[in-house]
């Protein structure tokens, strides 16, 4: 009897053990693996022809690399960080990859640094390994957006929403209840 009872409670531990390790397992954010050689040829065929014709695949894995370095140790964090959105500079990493390519004696233009940094957050993002919004689409959206003191943001009674600001003027008892 003791024997069955000591093996049921290894069990229920066992059962335990597991499931809360699932359950960790299952917050944990998607993992994305990151192909080098992949992310390369990406690169590579997104990149225009000038730079094609003057960098090469070894130097192209190494400014990877150094946009890589660069998104590690200053500017991303988990999806499901509580922090927030994440907002730099455009140059930011332009300026960061150039120092670090002055330092690595790398031979590359600035220009084109800028358009192997634009291909590879290409890359990282059709991976689905990071998110850039377009600052112009993002400015845009914003601007569309109803102010919260604007009373056009708002619908009147009926649920229709109320004319664009250089439409025709509402009837004065469209969708308002008369005063009884």
Same mark, same amino acid.
């Given at each position: 009897?003791?024997?069955?009872? +000591?093996?049921?409670?290894?069990?229920?531990?066992?059962?335990? +053990?597991?499931?809360? %390790?699932?359950?960790?397992?299952?917050?944990?954010?998607?993992?994305?693996?990151?192909?080098? *050689?992949?992310?390369?040829?990406?690169? +590579?065929?997104?990149?225009?022809?000038?730079?094609?014709?003057?960098?090469?695949?070894?130097?192209?894995?190494?400014?990877?690399?150094?946009?890589?370095?660069?998104?590690?140790?200053?500017?991303? +964090?988990?999806?499901?960080?509580?922090?927030?959105?994440?907002?730099?500079?455009?140059?930011?990493?332009?300026?960061?990859?150039?120092?670090?390519?002055?330092?690595?004696?790398?031979?590359?233009?600035?220009? *084109?640094? %800028?358009?192997?940094?634009? %291909?590879?957050?290409?890359?990282?993002?059709?991976?689905?390994?990071?998110?850039?919004?377009?600052?112009?689409?993002?400015?845009?959206?914003?601007?569309?957006?109803?102010?919260?003191?604007?009373?056009?943001?708002?619908?009147?009674?009926?649920?229709?929403?109320?004319?664009?600001? @250089?439409?025709?003027?509402?009837?004065? @008892?469209?969708?308002?209840?008369?005063?009884?």
């Amino acid at each position: 009897m003791l024997l069955a009872l +000591a093996a049921v409670l290894i069990v229920v531990i066992g059962f335990y +053990a597991v499931g809360h %390790a699932v359950g960790v397992t299952e917050e944990m954010p998607a993992q994305i693996v990151v192909d080098v *050689h992949e992310a390369i040829e990406f690169c +590579a065929e997104a990149l225009p022809d000038e730079v094609t014709a003057t960098v090469s695949y070894d130097e192209l894995r190494r400014l990877l690399r150094l946009h890589l370095e660069w998104i590690q140790a200053y500017h991303w +964090a988990p999806e499901s960080s509580d922090s927030g959105p994440i907002v730099f500079e455009q140059f930011d990493a332009l300026d960061y990859v150039m120092e670090r390519v002055q330092v690595t004696d790398l031979d590359v233009s600035r220009e *084109h640094v %800028a358009a192997v940094i634009q %291909a590879h957050s290409d890359y990282l993002q059709v991976m689905g390994a990071i998110h850039l919004d377009d600052p112009v689409k993002v400015e845009q959206d914003l601007a569309q957006l109803p102010l919260l003191d604007d009373p056009r943001g708002l619908e009147l009674g009926t649920g229709d929403p109320l004319p664009p600001e @250089n439409g025709p003027p509402p009837d004065e @008892n469209d969708g308002l209840r008369s005063p009884d």
